[in-house]
């Protein structure tokens, strides 16, 4: 009826539903699980509960709980911390057993006496040591499992892992509304989906085998499926005692081995420092409180941290590192920082391009060049004379040039002109002209000379001949002189200042004027127009210079 | 006063009297006499000559300048002068009004140029001033030079179209004139030292350029100083 072979008969009664429920768990297929079922983790429950009290008798030291508390009203967290606390000091000592019983023959394997709290007798014994065979086989299965899981997250997760975070791992892993198996099976799945291939590979090797021969799997001897606790005994050891340092090492350096020589059996190292990661495993499990476990994650971060300063450093961290002294292509990888002492180089753009070219567009449309110019130089004083040398043969004999040089010394003649060119004395004569002129225009407003020193030859004539004193042209806007401008005779009054008297003295010779003027006039008319005698004219030309009375000059045009 | 001027006026005639013989050697003597320069004739009365031959290549210059050179030798210095043409040769002799026994040796000098191939304006130069010179010497003088070298030594003295010579006659109030080898320099002394030394360097070689640039400083130096 079920796979169990011989049950026994005072367990039997609740055996069959919860045998039931485990072969039922087991060949329910995998995809059941992926979603959260009722029925399964009714099933669920009820083996667990099954497998915890057939697991009871073989807790060596006295458990809080008699039974698994794996009700609907207690979550997974609760129920496999349960399982924990019964399981955890149970493993080491199963093991043991089951390395016992593997060197035995199977014949001695049947007189195998199961300590048990009831008694019971030796055919029971055989039942019970075949079932237990069984039990403990499938409980060493599913525990092992768990512990496996356990283990390969912490392998995973890393050499030196502690047991706080184991913990802690464990208890992330817990989901509500599923139950242990589920979990397990489930974190199977999880650790399928959420870590890597290795993982994966490693998981389903482990969950393809069906019936329990995890056990060759698990064989320690092996190394090939290596559990935390091959490496990592020390889950709850207090991480004062200086053995568990070596034996982390230890196991560190096991980690290592098992991954690098997968397939090399015969560890016996690892036999040895199983046992004893056993032993301290089991003192420290239950005394975690959480200072505890938060100083020792602080101890292996610490840990980790001097293990990173002991090994050698990065290339990055070492200096001056030439090419030989790092891995190929690594500067590429790194952030290199430069102290570029110019600035980011132009983008040349099509844009700037035509910024520039629109610039020297411009320039040349203007004339506008940033052409170096010469700063002219302020002649401060006059060009020396350079004596020309004329080249042509000269005119004059050499008598005549030395009569006239003597004549020069002697002071009989006056000096010649000096440089003598012909397209100088053009020039000469052409500004002596415009200095004729300008000296005309400036003479109305006299401005001295502005002195510029010259250093010419100078012509030994007084210097009267040289300067003219007199202004070449003067306006003759005041040539004449007042008096002849003006000849009166006597006191000559405005008309402010005259007197009374006087104003009455002039209207009268005004007066006496006009009846000569008139009487003069009839006279005229009375002798007729032919005789158009002139007046006095004093003869100077047409204009009539007309001589008046009071001999004042004044033109007259006809 | 009176006694004196009695004394004097008496004694005047007194000791003309008395001194007449004496008073002739004390008070009055006779003025000094002034003697004239000799001519060259009363010198020693003799007549002297000098004979300057001519070279073919100035014959027909001569016979082209003949006046200019008779007017001023005969009219100023007073110097007879004549062509031998079977000899080929000018004869000076002084006449008996030469004011100067230097006038002949002017005159000799003056043809030489002439020969020499100077202008008679040039020449003429030295019967007017006396310290005029002549000198000449060779191109080998200075610097040994064979076939192009001369040639080319030639060319850079006169420089195209003479001009190079002219230059330096303008500058240094000389006249200069190169026959084949040799060179022979008219002015003062001084000029004729410049003109010297500028002829030199072109005959060792330097550039007319280098050589006017030098000239230009000294002739302005020169001229400063007189």
Known sequence: MAPNPSPVGGVLEPLPPAMEALERLRTAAPPYYLTPSPDLARLARE?????????????????????????????AEQIWHQIEVQSRPLLPVLRRDLRRFEKMAPEELLGVKVPQEDGRGGKEEKDLEAEDMEDPGEEEEILEDEQAEG????????????????????????????????????????????????????????????????????????????????????????????????????????LEQS?????????????????????????????????????????????????????????????????????????????????HNRGPPPIITEESTDIIEDIILKRIREGHFDDVQRAPSLPSKAPKELKELDDNKSKKGLAEIYEEEYAQTTGLASAPLSSSDELKKEAGALFKRLCLKLDALSHFHFAPK???????????????????????????????????????????????????????????????????????????????????????????????????????????DW | MEVTSDRQSSAAPTSMELDSSAGAGVDKLPPKPEFAALSAQEMDGKVEFRRIPVPPHRYSPLKKNWMEMYTPV?????????????????????????????NLQKCADFVHAFMLGFDVADAVALLRLDDLYVESFEIQDVKTLRGEHEKRAIGRLSGKGG????????????????????????????????????????????????????????????????
């Open chain 1, 47 to 75: 083996a667990s509960t099954h497998l915890f009290s057939s697991l009871l008798p073989f807790c060596t030291n006295p458990l809080p709980l008699d039974r698994l508390l794996a009700d609907e009203s207690f979550d």
């Open chain 1, 151 to 254: 283990g390969e997250r912490n392998v995973r997760r890393g050499g030196g892992a502690s047991d706080s975070l184991l913990e802690g791992n464990e208890s992330d892993y817990s989901e509500d509304g599923r139950d242990d198996e589920d979990k397990d099976e489930d974190e199977d799945e999880d650790e399928d989906e959420d870590e890597d291939e290795d993982e994966d590979e490693y998981l389903i090797e482990h969950e393809y085998d069906p019936q329990g021969d995890g056990r060759e799997n698990e064989d320690p001897d092996s190394g090939l499926f290596a559990k935390y606790d091959d490496f990592f005994g020390d889950k709850n050891k207090k991480s004062s005692q200086p053995g568990d340092k070596k034996k982390k090492w230890r196991s560190s350096n096991k």
């Open chain 1, 259 to 339: 991954d690098e020589e997968k397939e090399s059996p015969g560890d016996t190292d690892i036999d040895d420092r199983q046992a004893d990661d056993a032993e301290l495993d089991s003192q420290d499990d239950e005394t975690l409180s959480t200072f505890e476990r938060q100083s020792r994650k602080l101890k292996s971060e610490i840990e980790q941290m001097e293990k990173e300063n002991l090994a050698p450093k990065t290339w990055a961290m070492l200096g001056e590192v030439s090419a030989a002294k790092r891995p190929k292509n690594s500067a590429l990888e790194v952030d290199l920082d430069f102290e």
């Open chain 1, 450 to 556: 502005p002195v510029i020193e010259d250093l010419s030859i100078q012509a030994n004539i007084p210097a009267l001949a040289m300067e003219e004193v007199a202004p070449l042209a003067i306006s003759d806007a005041a040539m004449l002189a007042p008096e002849e401008i003006f000849s009166g005779k006597g006191d000559v009054k405005e008309e402010a200042e005259l007197t009374q008297a006087d104003r009455k003295r002039r209207r009268a010779k005004k007066k006496r004027k006009f009846k000569a003027e008139e009487a003069q006039k009839t006279a005229k008319k009375a002798r007729g127009n032919k005789n158009l005698d002139r007046p006095n004219v004093s003869g100077l030309g047409n204009h009539a210079l007309y001589v008046d009375e009071e001999r004042s000059l004044f033109r007259l």
């Open chain 2, 74 to 102: 005969y009219e100023q210095m007073k110097i007879d002068i004549r062509m031998n043409l079977k000899a080929r040769k000018i004869e000076l002799k002084t006449r008996r009004d030469t004011p100067e026994v230097g």
């Open chain 2, 163 to 226: 001009k190079t010579k002219f230059t330096i006659e303008n500058c240094t109030r000389t006249r200069i004139v190169i026959a084949d080898r040799k060179i022979h320099i008219l002015g003062s002394f001084v000029n004729i030292k410049v003109a010297r030394d500028s002829l030199c360097s072109l005959i060792l070689g330097s550039p007319a350029g280098k050589v006017y640039s030098k000239l230009r400083s000294v002739t302005a130096r020169l001229a400063e100083r007189c």
